[in-house]
C-alpha cells in the first residue's frame, strides 16, 4: 500500500454493490416481512457465522419497537410452536444447522421466512417465503456478482432488507424516537 | 502423572469443597432469592466470565418455569425497569462492568442481589440483598478456603445455590416434569 | 413454602446426586480427557443450552491454562481440523446440532470425545472417546437416577468432571495460582 | 400501509445516508485502522449492543484473514497487553462498558481505537486514534443527520467502515478467495 494512494475506493464499491441490490429488489418481498411480522406472535430469528450476526442486529431493533424476539441459541430461548414466525439467512441455502431449524420449525407449524442467495437451495424450497437477494455465496469464488470476499455482500445486504423492514415497521406505528428509547437496554 | 495413579481425588475435594459450603449457608439466604423471583416482574441476570455463564445455566432454568428472564448483553434484553429482580455475581465483589450495573439498577429502583464471596465488597454494600459464599475470591491465592484454582469454588457454587433455588421454586410450583418439557427450546 | 420450615434440603441432594457420580465415575474416563486435552493441537467445545453452558464454563479454564481453545458459534472460531480435539457434551446423545458437529469433526480427522447419559446413542457410537455419566437425560421423566428436573444432573456433573480434569491439569503444570493470573481477561 | 404503494424507498434511503458518509470520510481514517490492525499483536473488539454486533461481524472476517482476534465477553478471551489492540465503538462515545474498557486497556499500554459519532466524547478524548463518523447518536432525536431511529447510521456506517478496510488489507495480503476459505468455521 502506497501511503499516498490510499482511497476509499473500496468503501464506494461495498455501498454500491449494496444500492445495486436495494435497486433490484422487488418491494413485494419486503412486504412480505413487513406483514409475517406483524403477524407472528413471536420472532424467532437464527443464522450461522455473519448471517447470524446481522439478524442479531434486526431482531435487537424489532425488540425496541415492542415485539417479542428471541435469538436461537441464546439464555432465554423458548420452544417455537405455532403462530410463531423464524427468520432465517443463509447465503448458500445449505448451512445444516439453518436447514436442520427449518425443519424443525415446518414441524411445529411456525411460518418459516429464509433470505437465501440461492433461490433454488434446500432452504429456499423449504420455506414458506423466500427472499431472494441476488448476492454472491461464499463458495462462488467468481467476481461477476461482487468483488467481495465470499459471502459478504450477502451478509451486508442481509442486515440492510431487514433495517429498510423496521424502518417501515416504524413508520406504520407512529412511535417516536422518544416513544421506543426506554427500550434500549440500560444495564450496559 | 503415573498413569496407573490416576484417580478420582480432585473431583472429590471439589465435590466435598461444595458440600462444605451447602452445609454452612444460612437456607435464609435462599429464601430471600425465592421470594424475590417469585415478585419480580422480570428477572436480569449479569456477571463476567466463569460467574456469568453459571448465571446463564440458572436463567435458563427459571425460563422454563415460567419466569421472563433476560441476560445482560443478549439480543433481545430490554432495559431494565422498577419492579424488575437484577441477580448479579462477582467473587471479588469489586468487577467493574457488574458495579456498574449494579448502580444503574438501583438509579431505576430495580431490586438487587449479589451472590459475592466478600460481604464487605462495593457490590455486598450496594445490593438490597447480599447472598455471601463463603469461597476464595479469584486474588486470594491461598489454599486456606479452597484447593481449588482462583474462583474456582464461588463459580460453582453460584451455579448450585441457583440450582437448588430452581429446585424449590419447581416443587412449590407443583408443576410435573411434563408441565415443564414444552418450554426447552426446540431448535438446536 | 411455610417460612419456618424453609431448609437447605434440596442443595443438598442436588451435592449428594453429584458426589455419588463422582464416586462412581471410572477414573480412567477422566484420564483420558486430559490426555487428549494435552495432545491435541487445539481444542474445540460445543453443546447446546445448558450443557453448553458448562463446556464454556471449562473451556475459559483451559484457556487460563495456556489452551488454545474455541466455542463452537463464537466470533473468532476457525475451521476445526486433524489434530484438534473436539469435545461434545449431550445428556440424550442425540441432540441434531451436536451429532451433526460430531460428523463434520469426524470428516475432518479431528479427534471427537463425547459426555453423554446414554452409552448406546447416536452420539456416543460416533465419537472416538466417551464419557459416560450415569444421569437422566432431559426426557427420563422418572425419579430413579435424579430428583432433579430434566437433564440437571447431566449439566452440573459435566461441568464438575471437567473441574477436575482441569485440576490435574493444572497440578501436573507445576504451575502457580500467581502464573496463571495473567492470562485472566482483564477488560470486564 | 397500502398494498399497493410499498416500495423500497427506506432501503434506498438507508443505503443512501450511508453512501454519503463513505464519500465523505477522510481515507487517512481507514489507513490508521489498516496500519494498526497490522501492527498489532493480537486484536480485541468491544462495543454494547448493535455496535457490538457490527464489530464481531468485522472481527470474524479478520479472523478468516489470518489475524488473531477476541471479542470481549467471549469465552476464548485473555488479557490484553502492551503491543495489542483494542477496537471500541460508541456512537455517544460515553457507553460506560466501553469508556471502561478504553481505561483498562490504555493502563495495560495496548492500543485503543475509537470509533464513534462524537468527536468531543469521553471515549474520543480517551483513545489514541479516533474514526469520526458523522452520523447521529442514539440520543439524537431529530432528522437532520438521519433519517433513521437512533444509532442506525452509526452502526451501519461502523460494519462499513470495517468492511472496507478488510477489503483493503485483503487487497493486500495478495490471498485469493480459495486461500482464505479454509479459515471459516466449518462444525455449524
Not at 80 to 105: C, F, N, Q, R
Not at 124 to 151: E, L, P, R
Not at 160 to 169: A, D, K, T
Amino acid at each position: 500500500m502506497n501511503s499516498n494512494t490510499f482511497t476509499n475506493k473500496n468503501l464506494l464499491v461495498i455501498l454500491e454493490e449494496n444500492l445495486r441490490l436495494a435497486k433490484e429488489i422487488d418491494p413485494q418481498q419486503m412486504k412480505v416481512l413487513v406483514q409475517e411480522i406483524k403477524a407472528a406472535k413471536r420472532i424467532f430469528v437464527m443464522a450461522a457465522g455473519r448471517s447470524g450476526l446481522a439478524l442479531k442486529m434486526a431482531a435487537m431493533r424489532f425488540m425496541h419497537l415492542g415485539y417479542t424476539v428471541f435469538v436461537v441459541g441464546e439464555t432465554n430461548t423458548p420452544a417455537i410452536l405455532e403462530g410463531d414466525l423464524l427468520i432465517l439467512a443463509s447465503g448458500s441455502g445449505t448451512t445444516s444447522s439453518v436447514v436442520s431449524s427449518a425443519e424443525k420449525a415446518i414441524k411445529q407449524k411456525a411460518t418459516v421466512i429464509a433470505l437465501t442467495a440461492d433461490a433454488e437451495s434446500t432452504l429456499a424450497k423449504m420455506a414458506n417465503t423466500t427472499i431472494h437477494i441476488n448476492a454472491a455465496t461464499k463458495t462462488d469464488f467468481g467476481n461477476s456478482v461482487s468483488q467481495q470476499y465470499a459471502g459478504g455482500l450477502f451478509e451486508q445486504f442481509t442486515l440492510f432488507i431487514l433495517e429498510g423492514v423496521f424502518m417501515n415497521l416504524w413508520q406504520e406505528s407512529g412511535l417516536t424516537k422518544e416513544d421506543l428509547w426506554p427500550k434500549h437496554a440500560n444495564l450496559e
